[in-house]
């Protein structure tokens, strides 16, 4: 099996989306297949469970407003 690279830096904690939800990430895992790195995190403004994102979606920039 090749070698891994290793998983992104990733501050746990509490986590803003620029349209006002607050999300918890818990932690950061590998895709099974891919390698990818997956970022695990749970919404706080509900209990629909935990969910994965891609790691580069997750902390991309976006554009709002053409900004």
Do not use: C, H, K, S
């Given at each position: 099996?090749?070698?891994?690279?290793s998983l992104p830096a990733t501050p746990l904690g509490r986590y803003r989306h620029y349209k006002g939800g607050e999300y918890e990430?818990?932690?950061v895992a590998r895709h099974s297949e891919t390698h990818?790195?997956?970022v695990m995190y749970r919404p706080?403004?509900?209990d629909s469970g935990w969910?994965?994102?891609p790691h580069a979606m997750f902390?991309?920039?976006?554009?709002?407003?053409?900004?």
């Open positions: 099996m090749a070698e891994l690279t990430v818990l932690g990818e790195p997956l706080l403004y509900n969910w994965v994102r902390f991309g920039q976006i554009e709002i407003d053409g900004r």
